[in-house]
């Protein structure tokens, strides 16, 4: 059975970063089918991140230029490097598995 697990959310200031990692247990194809994405309150869950079928990379034009998606295949791992974080990017972000979520982790990002 597959499972996900986001970590490493936190409180930062305006223009710090994070990095959030989202590990995966049980078997999948590839860790290229993983997705990042964030729900702030009162909003609707928002695409961010992921991996094309090319083997680059496209974000929301929210993030691009300020987030990175990566992987480790040998842990298992997806990350979301976050930098020049802003206070609207305040949010629970979730990895993504062909509809299978994480539980989320918080990010709070104070002005």
């Known amino acids: 059975q597959v499972q996900l697990v986001e970590s490493g959310g936190g409180l930062v200031q305006a223009g710090g970063s994070l990095r959030l990692s989202c590990t995966v247990s049980?078997?999948?194809?590839?860790?290229?089918?993983i997705t990042w994405h964030r729900q702030a309150p009162g909003k609707q869950r928002e695409l961010l991140a992921l991996f094309t079928y090319d083997d680059s990379t496209n974000y929301a034009d929210s993030v691009k230029g300020r987030f990175t998606i990566s992987r480790d295949n040998a842990k298992n791992t997806v990350y979301l490097q976050m930098d020049s974080l802003k206070p609207e990017d305040t949010a629970v972000y979730y990895c993504n598995y062909h509809n299978l979520w994480g539980q989320g982790t918080q990010v709070t990002v104070s002005s």
């Open positions: 049980g078997f999948i194809f590839s860790l290229n089918d």
